[in-house]
C-alpha cells in the first residue's frame, strides 16, 4: 500500500474550535499522525456547540456534535490538563516527539505554562511550532480575542457581501459558514507544509509559524482588495452578480432560481443563440465585455425577462448544450445527492467509536498515486489517551494510574 504524503510526520494539535483544528485535519488527512490535546471532562469547546448530536445507543445525545464532527477526523484524543504542571509535562513530552505542535491560544498565554516557543524550542530544534490567532503575534491588537464573523466584518468581506445599495434588503452580511476559520485553516496548513519543506530539504530547522485570521481573509479578498489597492475605492455589493464576464448573476426562471456566467465573449455569444436572444449580440450597450460591465444592471434585467419564461430545467439543458457555465442553486441535500458529487465521493463513511458508521466530508484533494482514501471518524473525547501516554511517550501503568488519579488525563 503506498504510504499517504505525510506518512511519519508527528502534530500535537493544541488548537479549538475551528481553525486550528481543520487544519491539523487537512494534515491528518495527508498522513500525518494527530496527536490532539483536549481539556478533561469537557474537551474541545466545539463539542458544545450545539445539535445535531451523534446518539449513544440508548438514543442519547453525546458531545460528539456535528461542528466537532467536522473538524477532527484522521485525529487521537489525548485528555491532558494543561493548567496543571502535570498536564504541561505531558504536553512537552508530546512536543518533544512532534514534528509540528499547534496551538490557538491568546498571545502569551502559554508562556505561563512553560508552552510557548521559546520554552520548547531547545529540546526539540526542528519543531515547527504554529500559533494561530486573531491578529496575529505583534501589533496594537495582538491580544485582543475573536471569532469568525468578527474577521468577515474587519477584513471588508462583510461590507462586500450582500444586496447593492438601495435594493430592499440591502447592507452588508455575513457568509453562511465561519469562512474565515476555513480560509486560515488553508493559511496555516500551507504554511506548515512550507516550514517542513524548508526543514526537510533545503537545510533549514525548526521555526515559529505566526498565522492570523484577520491577515488570511484580507488575503483572500484577492482582487476585491486589489481593485481597492489598484483604485482606491472600495468595490461596491453586487448581489449574486460576479465581477468579470458578464452577464454573471443568479437569475429567475418560472420556477426556480440558477446561476449563469458567461465568462467571455464567445460565451456570450452562446447565451444570447441559445436563448433566442442574437440581437443582444450587437446591441450597442452589450458588445463587448467592457460595455457589458458597465451595464451590467441593464443587462441582468434583459437576461432576467429572458429566464422567466421557461423553467430551470429547460434553461440548464439548453445552456449546457451551449457550452454555457451554468447551475441550480442546490440546498446541502440537493448537493450531496448531485451526481457529480457522488460520483466524486464527498461524502465518506467512517465507524465511530460510539459504534455506529457516520457520515464525513471527503478531502477534496486527489493525488494520482498517494490517494487520501482513509477516513478515521473524530475521536471520541480521551479516546486515545491510554495508547500514547503508554506507546508514544513510554509511560507505564503506574504512572499512567497516578495522572488518572490526580485528575491529571
Known sequence: MTKRPLSGIRI????????????????????????????????????????????????????????????????????????????????????????????????????????????????????????ITGYGQDGPY???????????????????????????????????????????????????????????????????VDVALLDS?????????????????????????????????????ADDPMMVTAGNQVQYVRLCEAVGRPDLITDERFVNNLLRVEYRDELTVVFNEVFRQKPRAHWLEVLDKAGVPSGPINSLEQTFADPQVRHRGLEVKARHGLGTEISLMRNPIRYSRTDLDTYAAPPMLGEHTDHVLKDVLGYDEAKVAELKGGGIV
Not at 488527512?29 to 466545539?46: F, L, Q, T
Not at 498536564?87 to 496551538?103: N, P, S, Y
Open 12 to 131: 500535537v494539535d493544541l488548537t479549538r474550535v475551528l481553525a486550528g483544528p481543520l487544519a491539523a485535519q487537512s494534515l491528518g488527512d495527508m498522513g500525518a499522525e494527530v496527536i490532539k490535546v483536549e481539556r478533561p471532562g469537557g474537551g474541545d469547546d466545539a463539542r458544545t456547540f450545539g445539535a445535531p448530536y451523534l446518539l449513544d445507543a440508548d438514543g442519547r445525545p453525546t458531545n460528539n456534535n456535528a461542528f466537532y464532527l467536522s473538524a477532527n477526523r484522521n485525529k487521537k484524543s489525548v485528555t491532558v490538563n494543561v493548567a496543571d504542571p502535570a498536564g504541561q509535562q505531558i504536553v512537552r513530552d508530546l512536543i518533544a516527539t512532534a514534528d509540528v505542535f499547534m496551538e490557538n491560544y491568546k498571545v502569551g498565554d502559554l508562556a505561563r505554562y512553560g508552552l510557548d516557543y521559546d520554552s520548547v524550542k531547545a529540546a526539540n530544534p526542528g519543531l515547527i511550532y504554529c500559533s
Open 142 to 208: 495582538a491580544k485582543r480575542p475573536g471569532y469568525d464573523a468578527i474577521f468577515q466584518g474587519e477584513s471588508g468581506l462583510m461590507a462586500s457581501t450582500g444586496i447593492p445599495d438601495g435594493q430592499p434588503g440591502a447592507g452588508p452580511m455575513k457568509v453562511g459558514p465561519s469562512i474565515s476559520d476555513v480560509l486560515t485553516s488553508l493559511t496555516a496548513t500551507s504554511a506548515i507544509l512550507g516550514a517542513l519543506y524548508e526543514r526537510d530539504r533545503n537545510g533549514g530547522t525548526g521555526q515559529h
Open 217 to 253: 481573509t484580507i488575503s483572500a479578498m484577492s482582487h476585491y482588495a486589489q481593485i481597492y489597492l489598484t483604485g482606491g475605492v472600495s468595490p461596491p455589493r453586487r448581489g449574486t452578480q460576479g465581477n468579470g464576464g458578464m452577464p454573471a448573476s443568479m437569475f429567475p426562471t
